[in-house]
């Protein structure tokens, strides 16, 4: 089956300016995740959602940045005003079950995101 | 910032030597994961180890979970080209989601 699908897979934007990320899911996986992966480093926990509802924020670095997932499904990351120390591979993850942790997470191709 | 300590940072190794790579975490696990990241890649999940002391394995790949479920290891036999990568490990955190080590960065010559 169709794994996990993110778009765009690469992203050039201006400083200053907002981008929208967007990630598919597998489908009827409950659990998605955003990781930011910066150039040799591990993903970054941004944050989790549980069907719908975001139970994890964390993350999230600063108030520019805004995950939602509306409907249980596709899911969106946005950043505003981005900044050059944005830029980074924003990883999506899914997982089939409810609790995230010790889940196998089945990861995204990745957007791509330079800021300028 | 990361909530577990992986070592080395990087490994080179001659196409035929052995490869192992640690995870270290102060506090005692529930399970850990492993993740393999190819060069322009996503990560890919390995294996989850769940017991204390546990040993799995995968062809040439050895896994460890220690008896304290505070460290794990993981053992590559004979590298191959096919091997390049960084391997992660991914430890839980907070009921919901994983928290991954900075990895290990494999490079392999022939």
């Known amino acids: 089956g169709a794994g996990v699908s993110q778009s765009p897979r690469y992203k050039v934007a201006k400083r200053g300016q907002d981008v929208a990320l967007r990630c598919d899911p597998i489908?009827?996986?409950?659990?998605l995740f955003w990781y930011q992966q910066a150039l040799g480093q591990g993903p970054e926990f941004l944050t989790y959602?549980?069907?719908?509802?975001?139970?994890?924020k964390s993350g999230l670095p600063s108030d520019r940045f805004f995950a939602e997932r509306p409907e249980g499904s596709v899911s969106t990351l946005k950043i505003q005003r981005t900044q050059q120390e944005d830029s980074a591979v924003y990883l999506c993850?899914?997982?089939?079950?409810?609790?995230?942790?010790?889940?196998?997470?089945?990861f995204g191709p990745g957007t791509r995101l330079t800021v300028l | 910032g990361q909530q577990v300590m992986q070592i080395p940072q990087y490994q080179h190794v001659q196409e035929g030597e052995d490869f192992t790579t640690y995870c270290n975490s102060s506090?005692?696990?529930?399970?850990i994961q492993w993740y393999k990241q190819r060069p322009g890649g996503h990560p890919v999940f390995l294996i989850q180890l769940v017991k204390s002391g546990e040993v799995k394995k995968q062809k040439r790949l050895t896994f460890q979970f220690g008896e304290a479920k505070k460290n794990s290891s993981l053992h590559i036999t004979a590298t191959q080209t096919t091997d390049v990568g960084t391997y992660f490990c991914?430890?839980?955190?907070?009921?919901?989601?994983?928290?991954f080590g900075a990895g290990t960065r494999l490079t392999v010559k022939p």
């Open positions: 959602f549980q069907n719908e509802a975001q139970l994890d």
């Open positions: 993850a899914s997982s089939l079950v409810v609790s995230g942790g010790g889940n196998t997470q089945y």
């Open positions: 506090t005692t696990l529930s399970n």
């Open positions: 991914a430890v839980p955190y907070n009921n919901n989601d994983m928290r």
């Open positions: 489908s009827g996986h409950v659990s």
